[in-house]
Every structure is written in structure tokens, then in C-alpha cells.
């Protein structure tokens, strides 16, 4: 029997943590473990009231670096399975029997719940514009560098499997947000399958996200990294974070 973990990267998320967390199905989960990284509100506290397994960052570190040490822990606690769920209630965690199946089953060893399968895509949901503009430029530009067909590769729901995560170098990934992009890139490098399930999208009050700004540095850098890996494919470029 496998363990399935799932993890939550949170910073000051006191205001959506406990109601997140009610609604994981610990049917089939057989853990939670929570990084929080230097969260300035009641975030801890209220994970330990709820018996959530929480690592402390002593700073803030980055969203990236926050990750890092999600897959870390979860893999010292033996987890075969790991779901990383936001704690800010965007991400149904409903989901997650489907996603844990889709990596026990052989489906893919990266699990991606994308917000464009469902009819309406995610504008629907209340995605801002600009982020639908984005996701669906950078979305296409990452199929022709991946040679894939994906929907959607810019959601932060996910599922790993234990070989994927004990085989790509993710520490040596960047400690911000599109760390998330250079996993993905690392998981096709490294010979991984992914694979895509619907989920509605959800914009709450409170939730956390980058604004505009931010938003357009991910971009870049995403297409940075699109180029390298293109680069990489091609035998132009050797980078550490594509090889064995």
C-alpha cells in the first residue's frame, strides 16, 4: 500500500488553512504536512490546532523554496504519493482520489489539474484576464518547446510521484515561482509522462496570488527557461537543470 502525503506551501493563510483542510478526504490521504514560510499571522498556530505535520520556515524563503521543502519532507516521511494543495481554498480538494489514482495506476507520474478541460475554462471561474492572456501564451509556447498538447501547465494543483521527485534535481530550481515551470521542463527531460484532469477554477476572497508585476517577471522567466530547454533538446546547451 502506498502512502499518499499531501502537502500545503502556505504564507499567512490563517484566513482559508482550516477550511481547506476540512474538506481534504483522509480517506485516502495518510498525511498532511505544512511549510510555512515565515508567515506573519496565525497560520502555524492554527495548522498544530488542526494536527497538521508543520516545517517552519524562519524567514521567507520564496514560493520555490517553500516547494522544495514540501517534496523534501514528504519524501524523508516515505510518501510514494505526493498532492501539493494550496491552503488558500482555490483548489478543490475533491480532486485529489482522482489525482492519487492517475499516479498509482501509471497514468503519469506528474499529475497537472488543469483550470481549461472544464467547458468555459477558467474565465468562468473568475480568472483575471490578464492571467488568462498569459497562461494561454506561455501554455503554447512550453507545447512547441515540450512537443506536448497540454491545456494547461500554470496550475500550482499537482500530484508527483515518489520516482519522478527522487529522480529530477528540484533543489536545484529556482526559490521563486516558476520553479513550478522548470519541474515541469525536468519532468520531460527526464523521460516522466504527465497528465492533465479537469478542475473548476476558483478566485476567493483572501486567496493568495501575485499581481500584475510579478506576473510578468513569471512570464519571462518561463520563456527564458523555454528557450534553454529548447536549447538543451537541440545539444546547444548543457544545463544542470535538464541532465542526470
Known amino acids: 500500500m502506498s502512502k499518499r502525503v499531501v502537502v500545503m506551501p502556505a504564507l499567512n493563510a ?35 490546532r488542526l494536527g497538521i505535520h508543520v516545517v ?17 519532507e514528504a519524501l524523508r516521511r516515505d510518501a510514494d504519493v505526493v498532492i501539493m494543495l ?32 472544464p467547458p468555459g475554462g477558467a474565465l468562468v471561474g473568475g480568472m483575471p484576464f490578464y492571467k488568462f492572456f498569459f497562461n494561454r501564451l506561455l501554455t503554447l509556447v512550453e507545447n512547441i518547446a515540450l512537443g506536448l498538447r497540454m491545456s494547461e501547465y500554470h496550475t500550482g494543483y499537482r500530484a508527483y510521484s515518489r520516482k519522478l521527485l527522487e529522480t529530477i534535481p528540484f533543489l536545484r530550481n529556482s526559490n521563486d515561482f516558476v520553479c513550478d515551470q522548470q519541474i515541469v521542463f525536468q519532468t520531460v527531460s527526464f523521460g516522466f509522462n504527465i497528465c492533465e484532469l479537469p478542475i473548476q477554477t476558483r478566485y476567493l476572497d ?39
Not at 40 to 48: E, F, G, L, R, S
Not at 57 to 69: D, I, R, W
Not at 219 to 238: N, Q, V, W
Request: glycine share 8%; proline share 4%; with cysteine.
Open 86 to 117: 494550496h491552503p488558500d481554498g482555490q483548489h478543490d480538494p475533491a480532486l485529489i482520489p482522482s489525482m492519487i489514482e492517475a499516479i498509482e495506476n501509471g497514468s503519469g507520474d506528474l499529475v497537472l489539474a488543469s483550470r481549461f478541460l
Open 14 to 48: 490563517e484566513k482559508t488553512l482550516a477550511a481547506t483542510y476540512s474538506l481534504i478526504p483522509m480517506d485516502c490521504v495518510d498525511e498532511v504536512i505544512l511549510v510555512d514560510d515565515g508567515s506573519v499571522d496565525a497560520t502555524v498556530d492554527i495548522a498544530k
Open 56 to 72: 517552519a520556515h524562519p524567514h521567507n524563503a520564496g514560493y520555490g523554496a517553500n516547494q522544495k521543502t514540501c517534496y523534501m
Open 206 to 244: 483572501g486567496a493568495s496570488s501575485i499581481g500584475f508585476s510579478r506576473s510578468v517577471v513569471y512570464g519571462l522567466m518561463t520563456l527564458c527557461y523555454a528557450f534553454s530547454y529548447l536549447l538543451f533538446r537541440s545539444g546547444l546547451f548543457k544545463s544542470r537543470l535538464f541532465k542526470k
